[in-house]
């Protein structure tokens, strides 16, 4: 009974976690298994790959449930009005096209980068990194003006560049929001668009990585793993309904300095609490 509320607490722990840095641009992956390495849990490795990956559907239900209008192309409501938003479709249409250069990587390279490179040394380079990125990038685009200012006047071309900064993605550490933020910005979006095509960009690649892993593992669960999964599920879903609306509101008024400095500090302090351990 203690153990198993232990293993309870530690997945209430790592939901938070999940909830926070999922669409926060610090890497959910990134986190997730750095606080694995204080608080592990006490299940298979087969079974902690899947989980921190389907884990992360709680955070995208809560995308849906705030977006629902943004996000779902069929109305009802009105007889007078097409059944069909072609605007919310053309910008699902753009996901997909997103999604193509990630989907193809990561079904090339997923296993490789999750033996090779699932360390904390590769995960603190790549908080570095991209946190001196968004320093770099927001002060260079004060003298910037975005071209593109709605999540609606993002083009085809547009999204197939996001995603191809999505790919970077696949490096634990490195953040998919964060890629996909750098890379928006970089190529004149403004930071509302992007963080809004970011949620969208999240639908289908979580629920497609989910199924991956999902099949890898197999569908076959003991109580206590499906137990352990959706109380993460939940609790991630909960913190994120949190989350993205305080990112949104924060956006408006600040840029993404303040998480690229997060990043760096700690990116310096894995490199050297693993390197003195």
């Known amino acids: 009974m203690i153990t198993n509320l232990i293993e309870v607490l530690k997945v209430i722990i790592l939901g938070i976690v999940e909830g926070i840095t999922e669409w926060l641009p610090i890497s959910s992956t990134g986190h997730m298994l750095l606080v694995d390495q204080f608080i592990t849990l006490n299940v ?21 449930v705030l977006f629902y209008k943004k996000m779902i192309p069929f109305q009802f409501s009105d007889k007078h009005s097409p059944m069909i938003k072609t605007d919310i479709l053309s910008l699902w249409m753009k996901v997909v096209v997103a999604c193509i250069p990630g989907a193809a990587i990561t079904l090339l390279f997923d296993d490789y980068i999750e033996a090779h490179f699932h360390t904390p040394a590769v995960i603190a380079c790549a908080l570095i990194f991209y946190g001196i990125a968004f320093i770099f990038i927001e002060s260079w685009n004060k003298k910037r003006t975005p071209v593109v200012h709605e999540l609606t006047d993002i083009t085809y071309t547009t999204a197939f560049m996001i995603g191809l900064f999505q790919v970077l993605s696949i490096i634990p550490g490195t953040s998919r929001s964060g890629s996909t933020i750098v890379g928006g910005l970089l190529i004149g979006v403004s930071r ?21 892993k999902m099949m890898k593992f197999g569908f076959i669960f003991t109580t206590a793993e499906l137990t352990l999964l959706i109380i993460g599920m939940v609790v991630a879903f909960v913190v994120s309904l949190i989350v993205i609306r305080f990112l949104m509101n924060y956006i408006k008024k600040h840029d993404f300095k303040v998480f690229g400095w997060y990043r760096i500090i700690l990116g310096i302090t894995v490199l050297l609490y693993f390197t003195f351990l």
């Not at 298979?44 to 849906?64: N, P, T, W």
């Not at 509302?192 to 991956?212: R, Y």
């Open 192 to 212: 509302v668009a992007v963080a809004e095509f970011t949620f969208f960009l999240a639908v289908p690649v979580m629920f497609g990585l989910s199924f991956i």
């Open 44 to 64: 298979s490795d087969h079974y902690k790959e899947m989980f921190f990956i389907v884990i992360q559907l709680g955070a995208v239900l809560a995308v849906v």
